[in-house]
């Protein structure tokens, strides 16, 4: 394997707008709500910048399509800018394009934004549109919560888990994540729920009812990414450098070849695998400080827990319902209150999840501030649907850890 | 060798409609319904319509044949969802037969059905082969009409030719007059109908009989010989009053289903038929008339061969594979009676490139999927490379047909969140035994009835989704749990 970019690449500067139901802002506008709060952080001006690249996925809906839009918006110099889509991990591939363009030395500062503006459909949910023309002939009508669903009965019969124990922990995540979100400014929802509430919502479907589900929301999130040295030049300390990127998008094998039993993401775990020998980390459950992970629905952050090597396979629930990922547990997972709170504006996802860890290992996190100084944050993406799905793992830390 | 029909099939949707529902909906509006009120009617469900009920007909009469032997498929209708694109093609395909052979459509009368089953007899002997003829109807009717009680939705499908049939073609005849008991006008979506008395007076007791008179001298069989007496007419002491009329023993009418299905139009002559046929012992003499503009009559004589026409659902097992359906309002936003809020969600385009679907015609028609002849690995749908991770071969899949393929549920889920003219949606994942599997959606699900991963399903033919700023409507293939197959 290739050596990787590990303490490769700092990060200067990050930014994240307030998510929520943006009714008065153009996505253009979230952009540049994000953007002036990183150009802030990075103490850097617009003309340093000289590559950008955007995250998006569902531009028709929003700034339509090319590089264009962000360069307008920013009033980018004349520099390259590449509007970049892989569902869900968008946000996180425009993070990866900025970050491998500054790795290889191709430029020495570089700028990745994430956004979505999602809440001018006139309907709740996801935006619901075509999936292309000849997937349209044979694919299920299916939405995001229908498909996800689905691995709560496969991973009940695998692990011998009593669906209603896998309803408990999956309540528990979502209650989890409501606490942390709660002492968070920027996300949507910041309500606190209990486990009974979450336990009889109404069904969106089965098994996932109303508070499995995360929301939908407007948002944008950016990261401006440099040398190490030139970030030391500039002033910076406690750099706060990439360990790990790494994607893996399913092939078939899980949609169409029966070896997959439905219980898991097989791209999860490639991503994982890689990621640590990328991050050289070899006990991720001791070594990882802190996670953000992909809950678009709580069955997701249950089977991502085992997927990401942190709990063992089948053992995801009891870390859960003993607290192992709480805010004050061992390896908290959504401190910020993840998609759940934020809502999932598609391309911002990945790299709001990466300010959190950014803002942690700063000591800037506020009142959700994690009081033993985290060291490694991994991030996760998951974008499609479980039998036909993008990951993506980031690993971010301090600079020699 | 002799001519006759080699095989049978029929198909009702699994939906009976209660008629009490019917007519005590409408009981302020015309309380005279009440007198219909007996029984059920099949009830077509929002993803069938003419051509998927003839496709699995036609599935049902196809047990056990080789389906490259068929020379032509001859489909009856007044209902086609196509008016110019043939629909027997349609179900050609979903058949997976052969492109050798003809295909027709025939409609635009009630005795359509009777008329492609005496073409196809006339026809198939200069044919390479048996003639499939699938009638099959969903007829719509407006609220509070006499016919929304009285017809059903359904189809039938016989297999003509020369062999060892199960039934023996003695002869048939047609009188054509134009007599409109009613009519459906060009571009018009109900029929418009004339008194009851004068249809039953001057056009069944008159023109029916002149039609079986004659065709009983041609043959010269004497009416005290026929054993069924099939009048596909859902109005009450017709065929008994015929049959008193022409000479036919009173115990030789056969059932019109009206307690249980209700007239499928063009398709109940077949639909009488198949029925009849399945209960029929050789040597025995079937009479079948159809009635529209005219009268068609045939004569059969079952054969030996009949004690061996088992192994199918044909009518008798899809009566008795019914689900009462109580709620007529599902029944109205299935036929389009009921302007239903179905939200943004359901404005998403609908539109098939016809390129798109040429091209994947074999997929998303036939339900084809591919073989690996490196590893052998089953796949659906077929690809360049193969899906197997150890195998990988490039170009190495065969045309591998799915439809009939014994599957079982992996995973499922009922889905409230997705548009559907019917939630919630369910789908889930289907494996095929031998290899292959598809996230699918499912149909025919019972609310009652708890869905269970390892359950036996079954590919059926569907409309998947109707293009209504195009009118069209493309098919796909959905899962349904097995039927109890007696």
Not at chain 1, 318 to 340: E, S, T
Not at chain 1, 354 to 371: F, K, P, S, T, V
Not at chain 2, 439 to 462: A, K, N
Request: proline share 4%; aromatic share 8%; net charge negative.
């Amino acid at each position: 394997m290739a050596s990787g970019i590990k303490d490769k690449v700092a990060i200067l500067g990050m930014g994240c707008s307030k998510f929520g139901e943006r009714w008065n802002d153009n996505a253009e506008d979230l952009m540049v709500e994000a953007y002036a709060e990183a150009l802030e952080d990075s103490g850097i001006e617009t003309n340093q910048i000289e590559a950008a690249w955007l995250g998006t996925a569902i531009e028709e809906q929003h700034v339509g399509k090319s590089g264009i839009p962000l360069a307008m918006a920013l009033r980018l110099p004349y520099i390259p800018v590449t509007r970049v889509e892989n569902f869900c991990a968008s946000g996180t591939e425009a993070f990866r394009g900025a970050v491998y363009a500054v790795a290889s030395g191709a430029c020495d500062i570089a700028l990745a934004v994430g956004v979505e503006k999602l809440k001018d459909t006139g309907y709740g949910g996801l935006p619901q549109r075509g999936r292309g023309s000849v997937n349209d002939l044979f694919w299920a009508n299916a939405s995001a919560p229908g498909s996800f669903a689905q691995l709560a009965t496969a991973y009940s019969a695998k692990h011998n888990i009593p669906a209603g124990d896998l309803k408990r922990a999956m309540a528990h995540v979502s209650v989890k994540s409501h606490d942390n979100g709660s002492r968070n400014p920027k996300a949507h929802l910041r309500n606190k729920i209990d486990e009974d509430r979450v336990m009889n919502a109404p069904m969106i479907a089965e098994p996932l009812g109303l508070f499995d589900c995360c929301g939908v929301s407007d948002g944008a999130a950016c990261a401006i990414v440099t040398l190490p040295d030139i970030a030391r030049g500039l002033g910076k300390k406690d750099l706060v450098t990439v360990k790990a990127l790494q994607l893996a998008v399913s092939n078939g094998t899980e949609s169409q070849h029966n070896s997959w039993d439905g219980s898991y993401f097989a791209t999860t775990r490639k991503a994982a695998e890689r990621s640590y020998q990328e991050a050289d980390i070899t006990k991720p459950r001791d070594q990882i400080s802190m996670c953000e992970v992909h809950d678009c629905f709580s069955i997701t952050e249950v089977i991502t827990m085992e997927d990401l090597y942190i709990s063992p396979e089948g053992g995801a629930v009891k870390d859960i319902m003993d607290g192992f990922y709480d805010a004050d547990g061992k390896v908290p997972c959504q401190i910020d209150g993840g998609l759940k709170c934020f809502g999932h504006p598609i391309g911002a996802s990945g790299l709001r999840m990466i300010y959190e860890m950014y803002l942690q290992m700063n000591g800037r996190a506020g009142e959700r501030q994690r009081e033993q100084d985290p060291v490694l944050g991994m991030t996760h993406n998951l974008g499609g649907y479980p039998h036909q799905n993008v990951s993506s793992v980031t690993i971010v830390g301090r600079e020699g850890a | 060798m002799a001519l006759g029909i080699l095989a049978i099939g029929g198909y009702l949707p699994k939906a009976r409609l209660q008629r009490i529902d019917i007519a005590n909906a409408n009981a302020w509006f015309n309380p005279a319904l009440k007198g219909l009120a007996n029984g059920e009617r099949t009830m077509a469900n929002w993803d069938e319509d003419s051509v998927t009920m003839a496709v699995e007909a036609g599935r049902d009469c196809l047990t056990g044949i080789d389906r490259n032997t068929v020379a032509g498929i001859y489909m009856a209708s007044t209902s086609f969802p196509f008016q110019d694109r043939q629909n027997a093609g349609i179900v050609a395909d979903a058949l997976n037969l052969s492109t050798r052979i003809q295909t027709l459509d025939i409609s635009s009368s009630q005795r359509a059905g009777s008329s492609a089953l005496l073409t196809a007899l006339q026809s198939v002997r200069s044919a390479e082969g048996p003639i499939l003829v699938s009638a099959s109807e969903k007829r719509r009717a407006r609220a509070a009409s006499p016919l929304e009680l009285t017809t059903g939705d359904g189809a039938a499908a016989v297999l003509v030719g020369e062999g060892e049939p199960i039934a023996h073609y003695i002869g048939g005849h047609t009188e054509a007059v134009d007599f409109v008991d009613h009519y459906r006008g060009e571009g018009e979506a109900f029929d418009y109908n004339w008194e009851e008395r004068w249809v039953r007076d001057e056009g069944y007791m008159k023109i029916a009989p002149n039609a079986i008179n004659n065709l009983l001298d041609k043959v010269g069989v004497s009416a005290q010989d026929i054993d069924t007496f099939c009048f596909p007419v859902a109005m009450r002491r017709v065929a008994s009053g015929l049959a008193h009329k022409i000479g036919i023993a009173e115990e030789s009418v056969a059932d019109n289903l009206q307690s249980s299905c209700g007239e499928t139009g063009s398709a109940h002559a077949l639909v009488l038929l198949v029925h009849a046929l399945e209960q029929a012992k050789p040597g025995e003499k079937i009479l079948v008339a159809g009635f529209g503009q005219g009268c068609d009559v045939l004569l059969f004589e079952a054969t030996d061969a009949i004690k061996a026409v088992g192994n199918r659902l044909a009518i008798s097992g899809h009566l008795a594979n019914g689900r009462p359906e109580n709620r007529y309002t599902r029944y109205l936003s299935f036929n389009n009676l009921l302007t239903m809020e179905r939200g943004i969600r359901a404005e998403v385009d609908k539109q098939t490139g016809l390129s798109t679907l040429y091209r994947n015609k074999g997929m998303s028609q036939k339900l084809l999927g591919g073989q690996c002849s490196d590893c052998g690995t089953c796949q659906f749908p077929k690809s360049k490379i193969c899906v197997n991770p150890g195998c990988g071969a490039i170009g190495s899949q065969a045309d591998e047909p799915f439809a009939d393929k014994a599957a079982k549920l992996n995973s499922y889920t009922a889905d409230r969140l997705t548009y559907s003219p019917d939630p919630p949606t369910y789908f889930g994942m289907v494996q095929f035994e031998g290899g292959g599997r598809l996230m699918s959606d499912l149909t025919d699900i019972d609310p009652d009835v708890e869905l269970e991963v390892g359950i036996s399903m079954r590919m059926v033919f569907r409309v998947k989704d109707y293009d209504v700023l195009r009118g069209f409507r493309r098919y796909f293939w959905k899962a349904t749990p097995q039927y109890d197959t007696h």
